[in-house]
């Protein structure tokens, strides 16, 4: 069986500090990594993927996310946040089988102030 | 990737009534789509997976009679939520799944319908 975890519920950083979100992953294959952003009332887009190419994956907004297989990890970063990064965000693990879906974590609210 | 669209994006019902909520890729042949529901500050959690010309599966919890799938063509599959009551009241996303190239493994999200039960 898989399985996320999100440390933190809630992280809050100021206007150009480092945003560092943390995920860690139980897979018995390896894993399928995935991190979403979701703005109230829309639906998921997704940030970035990990597909066992390489370990450095760069997305979209200026994120960025390692996998760690000794450390089961796969944090987000971004070196500068800015106020339009406010919003929730999930990691989400799958195992790669077709027709099976994604596992989510519980998601972190990120906190971005001036 | 591929664009989802979900139809109605809010709606209103009263307790008993039933909704049917539309899940529609428009670009892109899903043989599998996902159905998943959000309660306030909380995560995903799959509801069923939806499979195009069979019976969808369901996860353990989730009351199959209550929650109607129907995936009747690879772009569209339907979420009707029967005799819906307060507590159903959840914002319902739908998702498909890339099979192959660039996109595989990938899901793709609808925007997500918001239903409110009285």
């Known amino acids: 069986a898989q399985s996320v975890t999100q440390l933190g519920s809630h992280v809050s950083v100021s206007e150009g500090a480092l945003v560092l979100l943390r995920c860690n992953y139980s897979?018995?294959?390896?894993?399928?990594l995935f991190w979403y952003v979701q703005y109230p009332n829309q639906g998921l887009q997704l940030l970035l993927k990990y597909t066992s190419a390489a370990t450095l994956v760069k997305g979209i907004n200026g994120f960025e996310a390692e996998f760690k297989k000794s450390e089961t990890s796969f944090h987000l970063t971004k070196p500068s946040a800015h106020m339009s990064d406010a919003a929730e965000y999930f990691c989400?693990?799958?195992?790669?089988?077709?027709?099976?879906?994604?596992?989510f974590g519980k998601g972190t609210t990120l906190s971005v102030s001036s | 990737g591929a664009v989802v669209s979900q139809h109605p994006s809010w709606v209103i019902c009263k307790s008993g009534t039933s909704v049917k909520i539309e899940c529609r890729s428009l670009?892109?042949?899903?043989?599998?789509m996902f159905w998943y529901r959000q309660f306030p500050k909380q995560s995903l959690m799959l509801m069923a997976t939806s499979n195009e010309g069979s019976k969808a599966t369901y996860e353990q919890g989730v009351e199959k009679d209550k929650f109607l799938i129907n995936h009747a063509s690879l772009t569209l599959s339907t979420l009707t939520v029967t005799s819906a009551h307060p507590e159903d009241s959840s914002f319902y996303i739908c998702?498909?799944?890339?099979?192959?190239?660039?996109?595989?493994?990938?899901?793709?999200f609808g925007p997500g319908t918001r239903l409110t039960v009285l």
């Open positions: 670009d892109f042949q899903a043989t599998t």
């Open positions: 897979s018995s294959v390896p894993p399928y």
């Open positions: 998702s498909l799944r890339g099979l192959a190239g660039e996109t595989y493994n990938e899901q793709f």
């Open positions: 989400a693990v799958s195992d790669g089988q077709a027709g099976t879906a994604l596992i």
